[in-house]
C-alpha cells in the first residue's frame, strides 16, 4: 500500500519561499515512477483544490491558475519524492498541503502539512 509523508510546512513571511517534500514508500511491482502525483490545499472553511500536477514521466506538469508563475511542482524518481517550491507566498496560500499519487485505481493521500503565511 502506498504511503505519502510530506514535510517543509511552517510560518512564513508574506513574499516569502517554502519547498514542501513528499516521500512515497509502500510500492512493490509497480514503482513510483509510474504513478501521477498531485498537490493539493485545503483552506480553513473551504474545500480542497488541486494546485499542481506532474505526470509519472514529469513530462506534463500543470497548475492552478492562482499559483501559476509563483510554485513549481518536481519529482525525483531516484528518491521517489516529489517537490512544491512555492515563492511569493500570500496569505491567500495559507492551508494545509496534501500529497496524493495516482495511477489507474490505486490512489493515496498523505496526512498532510500546514503552510501558513502571516507577518
Known amino acids: 500500500q502506498v504511503q505519502l509523508v510530506e514535510s517543509g510546512g511552517g510560518l512564513v513571511q508574506p513574499g516569502g519561499s517554502l519547498r514542501l517534500s513528499c516521500a512515497a514508500s509502500?510500492?512493490?511491482?509497480?514503482?513510483?515512477?509510474?504513478?501521477?502525483m498531485s498537490w493539493y490545499r485545503q483552506a480553513p472553511g473551504k474545500e480542497r483544490e488541486l494546485v499542481a500536477t506532474?505526470?509519472?514521466?514529469?513530462?506534463?506538469?500543470t497548475y492552478a491558475d492562482s499559483v501559476k508563475g509563483r510554485f513549481a511542482i518536481s519529482r525525483d524518481n531516484a528518491k521517489n519524492t516529489v517537490y512544491l517550491q512555492m515563492n511569493s507566498l500570500n496569505a491567500e496560500d495559507t492551508a494545509v498541503y496534501y500529497c496524493?499519487?495516482?495511477?489507474?485505481?490505486?490512489?493515496?493521500w498523505g496526512q498532510g502539512t500546514q503552510v501558513t503565511v502571516s507577518s
Open positions: 506532474i505526470s509519472s514521466g514529469g513530462g506534463k506538469i
Open positions: 509502500g510500492f512493490t511491482f509497480i514503482i513510483f515512477s509510474s504513478y501521477a
Open positions: 496524493y499519487a495516482a495511477r489507474g485505481s490505486s490512489r493515496a
